[in-house]
C-alpha cells in the first residue's frame, strides 16, 4: 500500500510541476529554426542555394588494400576537391573519390 501511495504521489508531482517547451530563436510559423527561414542582403528572406560548384583540383593517388589473406595490393583512385558557392557569398569544399 504504502508502495503505490508512493508511486501515485510521485507521478502527480511529475505531471504538476512539467514546463511546458517553448520555440527558440528563429523559430517562425512552423518553420524549422534554421531551415528555410534566413535573412539576406537588404532584409529580405529567402533560401541560401548554391549558384554554382567549381572544380579545384584533380590528383591520381596510389592506395594500399589487403586480400583476405593478407597480402597487399596497391590500386590508383582520382581524389577530385570542388568548392560549392552559395547565394550569400559562403562557400564549402569538399573532396570526392572516384574508381
Known amino acids: 500500500m504504502k508502495t503505490i501511495l508512493t508511486l501515485a504521489l510521485a ?14 530563436p528563429g523559430y ?5 529554426a ?4 534566413r535573412p539576406q542582403h537588404g532584409g529580405h528572406c529567402g533560401s541560401v542555394y548554391r549558384i554554382r560548384t567549381i572544380e579545384i583540383c584533380r590528383r591520381q ?4 588494400a589487403y586480400y583476405p589473406c593478407g597480402t597487399p595490393y596497391r590500386y590508383h583512385v582520382t581524389v577530385v576537391t570542388y568548392r560549392d558557392i552559395f547565394s550569400n ?7 570526392r573519390v572516384l574508381g
Not at 28 to 32: F, V
Not at 34 to 37: K, L, P, R
Not at 61 to 64: D, K
Request: charged residues 10%; glycine residues 14%.
Open 28 to 32: 517562425k510559423h512552423g518553420t524549422p
Open 61 to 64: 593517388e596510389c592506395r594500399t
Open 89 to 95: 557569398g559562403s562557400s564549402n569544399t569538399y573532396t
Open 11 to 24: 507521478t502527480v508531482a511529475l505531471i504538476g510541476f512539467t514546463a511546458n517547451a517553448e520555440a527558440g
Open 34 to 37: 534554421w531551415g528555410s527561414y
